[in-house]
C-alpha cells in the first residue's frame, strides 16, 4: 500500500509542478481529493482491509491529501507570480510612475483660526468651554438681563423650536454669551474661560452678515477685575491674532448683560490711512465686551459685592475673514470644495 502511494504521489507532484494555469491545478485537487478521488476511495476501502492495516492506509490516505494540498498552493503561488511579471513586462507598464496621489484634507479656516485661540488663552489660564447649539430662552436671554420685553431682543431674532408640552422656550442660541451663566453655575470662582462655538440669528444675509456664524465669548471672574484688566486681555488677544501690537480704542457699547459695555476697535492692522477693510477708516469693530453686570452674577450664582469679571464676544467668523482677506461671510459655511481648498 505505502509503495502504491509513493508512487500516486509523486505521479500527482509531477503534474501539478508542470500544470499550466489554475485551472488545471484545481482538476488535479479534485482528482485527489475530491468527493469521488483518490483518496476518497482510499478511505472506503478501509473497512474491507485486515484490521492491523487500517490504521496504516487511513495515515496513507490522508499524507497524500496533505501533499497534494501543498503542491497545489505552491504552484499556484508561482502561476500568480508568473502572470504578474508578465504584466510587468508588457508593454505599458511603467514601474518608475509614482502611486496614484492620495487626496489630502486640509482644515477649515474656522477651525484653525479657533485652534489658534485656544492655544493662545489655555497658555493665559483659561479654560475652554463648550455649550448648548439649542438653547433655552432662560439661558439666551432673561439670566443676561435680556426679559420677555427688552427691545434688545429684536436685534438677536433667532429660530424657536416647538417644545411640546413644556413651559420652556427653546430657541437656537444667539450667541455665545448664556454659556456666561452657565459657567457661573458650575465652576468654582476665581475662573477664565472662552465659549468657542456655532450661534445663529435670523438675519438677511449679506456679504458680512450669516444667519449662521461662530462667536467667541470670554469670561473672567475674580475680584477687583476692572477695565484696565480687559483692555489688557484683548491687547493679547489682538496680538496673538494679528502677530503684532495693535492700538485699541474703546467706544461706549449697550448690551444688557455688561455694565459699562463697549465697542472695542482695533487701529486696522492692513493700512496706515484707510483701505478697504477699514473702510478708510483707520479703524476695525472688532469686539463688543465689558464689565459682568451684577444681574448676570447672582443669576449665576455669585455674589456681586465679592465677585466681578469682565466678558468679551469676540465675532469669530469675521476675525476670520480678516485674517485671511474673505471678502464675503457666506463663503465660510458654503460648503464650495474651490474655496475650502484654498487653506
Ligand atoms: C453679541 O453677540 C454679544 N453677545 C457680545 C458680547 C459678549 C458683548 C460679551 C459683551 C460681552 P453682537 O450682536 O454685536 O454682540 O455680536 C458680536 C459679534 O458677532 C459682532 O461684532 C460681529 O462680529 C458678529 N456678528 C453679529 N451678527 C453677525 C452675522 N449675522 N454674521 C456674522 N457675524 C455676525
Known amino acids: 500500500m505505502t509503495q502504491g502511494?509513493?508512487?500516486r504521489l509523486?505521479?500527482?507532484?509531477?503534474?501539478?509542478?508542470?500544470?499550466?494555469?489554475t485551472e488545471d491545478l484545481r482538476a488535479i485537487e479534485r482528482e485527489f481529493t475530491g468527493k469521488d478521488g483518490v483518496v476518497a476511495s482510499m478511505l472506503a476501502a478501509i473497512p474491507t482491509l485486515p484490521p492491523e492495516e487500517r490504521r496504516d492506509a487511513g495515515q496513507s490516505a490522508n499524507r497524500l491529501k496533505t501533499a497534494v494540498l501543498e503542491a497545489v498552493a505552491t504552484r499556484e503561488a508561482e502561476l500568480a507570480d508568473a502572470a504578474l511579471d508578465a504584466e510587468r513586462e508588457a508593454d505599458g507598464f511603467d514601474s518608475t510612475l509614482p502611486p496614484p496621489r492620495l487626496h489630502r484634507g486640509t482644515l477649515h479656516p474656522v477651525t484653525r483660526v479657533t485652534r489658534e485661540l485656544e492655544d493662545l488663552f489655555t497658555s493665559m489660564?483659561?479654560?475652554v468651554l463648550d455649550g448648548p447649539e439649542v438653547e433655552l430662552d432662560e439661558y439666551n436671554f432673561e439670566k443676561l438681563n435680556i426679559p420677555a420685553d427688552h427691545p434688545a431682543r429684536d436685534t438677536q431674532d433667532t429660530f424657536y423650536c416647538d417644545s411640546p408640552g413644556s413651559k420652556a422656550t427653546l430657541l437656537l442660541r444667539t450667541h455665545t454669551s448664556p454659556v456666561q451663566v452657565r459657567a457661573m453655575e458650575r465652576l468654582e470662582?476665581?475662573?477664565r474661560a472662552i465659549v468657542p462655538g456655532k450661534v445663529f440669528r435670523q438675519e438677511t444675509t449679506d456679504a458680512s452678515h450669516e444667519h449662521t456664524f461662530h462667536q467667541m465669548e470670554g469670561l473672567v471672574i475674580d475680584k477687583d477685575v476692572s477695565v484696565g484688566h480687559l483692555i489688557g486681555a484683548m491687547k493679547t488677544l489682538l496680538r496673538g491674532?494679528?502677530?503684532?501690537?495693535?492700538?485699541?480704542?474703546?467706544?461706549?457699547?449697550?448690551?444688557?448683560?455688561?455694565?459699562?459695555?463697549f465697542e472695542l476697535d482695533a487701529r486696522c492692522p492692513f493700512c496706515e490711512d484707510g483701505?478697504?477693510?477699514?473702510?478708510?477708516?483707520t479703524w476695525i469693530e472688532l469686539l463688543p465686551c465689558g464689565l459682568v453686570h451684577p444681574n448676570v452674577l447672582e443669576a449665576g450664582g455669585l455674589d456681586p459685592e465679592e465677585w466681578g469679571g469682565f466678558a468679551f464676544g469676540l465675532g469669530l467668523s469675521r476675525l476670520v475673514m480678516l485674517r485671511y482677506g474673505i471678502d464675503d461671510?457666506?463663503?465660510?459655511?458654503?460648503?464650495d470644495m474651490r474655496f475650502l481648498s484654498q487653506f
Open 275 to 281: 483701505c478697504s477693510v477699514c473702510k478708510q477708516t
Open 5 to 7: 502511494i509513493d508512487a
Open 189 to 191: 470662582p476665581p475662573f
Open 329 to 335: 461671510v457666506r463663503h465660510l459655511l458654503g460648503g
Open 10 to 21: 509523486e505521479d500527482a507532484q509531477t503534474r501539478i509542478a508542470s500544470a499550466a494555469s
Open 241 to 261: 491674532i494679528f502677530k503684532k501690537d495693535i492700538e485699541v480704542r474703546l467706544r461706549p457699547g449697550y448690551f444688557p448683560f455688561v455694565e459699562p459695555g
Open 125 to 127: 489660564g483659561y479654560r
